[in-house]
């Protein structure tokens, strides 16, 4: 396998459930992202993890909480959810150095749907 | 901070006509500029970037776009378009001051839709 992979593509859970997305690079970046998709709005950049550090955790509800066991594999871990976090979720790749133009290299997206 | 605005939810053209999808952005200093795309079901896709030289920056699937410092815009441009060109295009704007990691700010897309 190439590239960013991410699954399970579509998902489907209740208010009460605990669910996880999984997300794996085959890059060899050194870092990654998630991104959260609705409609007709801006990409909003959730976590940013840095040679598995977290650097960035934007105002993201704690039901929302992600892992980053090594650089390869990304999670997001879904508790207690409501029916307005539906929406794609996006897991991107890069590489993390000075010489880093920010090119972002992206799966393609859990579907995620609250009942 | 830094922003994107994409001014149109969606642009409508006929095959063989050149496209146009528009950009402008807001940032301190010198910006990288990124345009991706994203087909139906699918993850979004990098199509070009500027970061520094020729203001004209040709991608994938011949598009290209053009840096504007003055009027601080980065519109997508192709000279002829075609049915599959239709999606959903993202413009993205990072300032490179920032750390290694590649904080882009996105626009909110705009659908291309490209009739026969």
């Known amino acids: 396998e190439t590239g960013v992979t991410q699954t399970p593509r579509h998902l489907v859970m209740g208010m009460t459930n605990k669910k996880s997305l999984k997300c794996e690079q085959h890059l060899g970046h050194n870092a990654m992202y998630w991104y959260k998709q609705s409609a007709k709005k801006p990409l909003e950049l959730m976590f940013v993890?840095?040679?598995?550090?977290?650097?960035e955790n934007n105002s993201v509800p704690s039901r929302f909480s992600p892992e980053c066991p090594n650089s390869s594999h990304l999670f997001l871990h879904l508790h207690t959810l409501q029916p307005e976090d539906s929406a794609l979720y996006l897991c991107?790749?890069?590489?993390?150095?000075?010489?880093?133009?920010?090119?972002?290299?992206f799966g393609e997206g859990s579907r995620l749907t609250v009942l | 901070a830094q922003s994107v605005a994409q001014p149109e939810d969606q642009v409508n053209v006929a095959e063989g006509n050149p496209l146009t999808v528009k950009c402008t952005y807001s940032?301190?200093?010198?910006?990288?500029l990124f345009w991706y795309v994203q087909y139906p079901n699918r993850g979004l896709q990098f199509l070009l970037k500027?970061?520094?030289?020729?203001?004209l920056v040709k991608g994938s699937y011949g598009f290209e776009a053009e840096f504007n410092k003055s009027q601080t815009s980065f519109h997508l441009k192709k000279p002829s378009a075609l049915v599959s060109d239709s999606a959903l295009y993202f413009c993205a704007v990072r300032d490179p001051r920032g750390s290694g990691y590649s904080t882009l700010t996105f626009g909110k897309g705009t659908m291309l839709l490209v009739s026969p």
């Open positions: 940032v301190s200093g010198n910006p990288y």
């Open positions: 993890y840095s040679l598995e550090e977290r650097v």
């Open positions: 500027y970061i520094t030289g020729d203001n």
């Open positions: 991107a790749s890069s590489q993390d150095t000075t010489a880093n133009t920010g090119e972002l290299f």
